[in-house]
T-cell receptor, first 117, second 115 residues
Framework: AQKITQTQPGMFVQEKEAVTLDCTYD???????LFWYKQPSSGEMIFLIY??????QNATEGRYSLNFQKARKSANLVISASQLGDSAMYFC??????????????FGTGTRLQVFP | ETGVTQTPRHLVMGMTNKKSLKCEQH?????MYWYKQSAKKPLELMFV???????ENNSVPSRFSPECPNSSHLFLHLHTLQPEDSALYLC??????????????FGPGTRLLVL
C-alpha cells in the first residue's frame, strides 16, 4: 500500500487565487512528520513547510499553510494568492518514527501546478 | 557556496564508463542522502549516511557505490550502468538525529543519461 498518496497529477490555478493540493498518508506510528517540497523545472527540491503529528495547530509559512486533519490522515497544502513563480511540481512526504536509523523520507508521486495569468 | 551543491549538473555516459557524482553540503549537517528520481515514479531513497556511517542501503544495485569521506561530502560512484539508470540524482542533507520533524535540504541534482 502506498504510504503517501497525491491524487491530483495536475492542477491549474489563476494568478492571485488560492489552490489546495491534496495529500493523504498511511502510518501506524504515533509520531511522524509531514513535509511539502516544491520542485521547479530546474530540478532542485525546495522545502516549503512541515507539520508534526503532535502539533495541534496547522503549520503556516508565508503564503503556504498545511491543512492537517489527523483523523482523516490528510495533510493538504494550501497556497494563497498564487504567483506565476509557483508553477512547479509539489511533493508531499512523510518521515515516520523516532528510531535513530529511521531516516527515510517517503515521497508521493507529486502534483504539477500551473499558474496562469 | 551555501546550502547543498552537486556536480556535475548534467552527465552523459556510456554503459562501460566509470563516473562519479559529487555532493557537498555547507550547512553543518551530519546526515547525507542519495535519492533517484525517475520519470513518473516517486522519489526513491538510495543511501543514507549518518556521521559518515552508512545506515541505509535501499536494495541498490552494486553498480552504484556511495562514499562519504566526511560529513560534508558525499559521492556516488557509477560503473557499468544501464539505460534504465538514467534519472535525476538528488543529494540531500539533514542535521542527523531521530526527530520526525528533521528537515532534509536538497541539492539541485545531477541529470544522468546512460547511452
Amino acid at each position: 500500500a502506498q504510504k503517501i498518496t497525491q491524487t491530483q497529477p495536475g492542477m491549474f490555478v489563476q494568478e492571485k487565487e488560492a489552490v489546495t493540493l491534496d495529500c493523504t498518508y498511511d502510518t501506524s506510528d504515533q509520531s511522524y512528520g509531514l513535509f511539502w517540497y516544491k520542485q521547479p523545472s530546474s530540478g532542485e527540491m525546495i522545502f516549503l513547510i512541515y507539520q508534526g503529528s503532535y502539533d495541534e495547530q496547522n503549520a503556516t509559512e508565508g503564503r503556504y499553510s498545511l491543512n492537517f486533519q489527523k483523523a482523516r490522515k490528510s495533510a493538504n497544502l494550501v497556497i494563497s494568492a498564487s504567483q506565476l513563480g509557483d508553477s512547479a511540481m509539489y511533493f508531499c512526504a512523510m518521515r515516520e518514527g523516532l528510531s535513530y536509523n529511521t531516516d527515510k523520507l517517503i515521497f508521493g508521486t507529486g502534483t504539477r501546478l500551473q499558474v496562469f495569468p | 557556496e551555501t546550502g547543498v551543491t552537486q556536480t556535475p549538473r548534467h552527465l552523459v555516459m556510456g554503459m562501460t564508463n566509470k563516473k562519479s557524482l559529487k555532493c557537498e553540503q555547507h550547512l553543518g549537517h551530519n546526515a547525507m542522502y542519495w535519492y533517484k528520481q525517475s520519470a513518473k515514479k516517486p522519489l526513491e531513497l538510495m543511501f543514507v549516511y549518518n556521521f559518515k556511517e552508512q545506515t541505509e542501503n535501499n536494495s541498490v544495485p552494486s553498480r552504484f557505490s556511495p562514499e562519504c569521506p566526511n560529513s560534508s561530502h558525499l559521492f556516488l560512484h557509477l560503473h557499468t550502468l544501464q539505460p534504465e539508470d538514467s534519472a535525476l540524482y538528488l543529494c540531500a542533507s539533514s542535521q542527523g538525529g531521530a526527530a520526525p520533524l528533521e528537515t532534509q535540504y536538497f541539492g539541485p541534482g545531477t541529470r544522468l543519461l546512460v547511452l
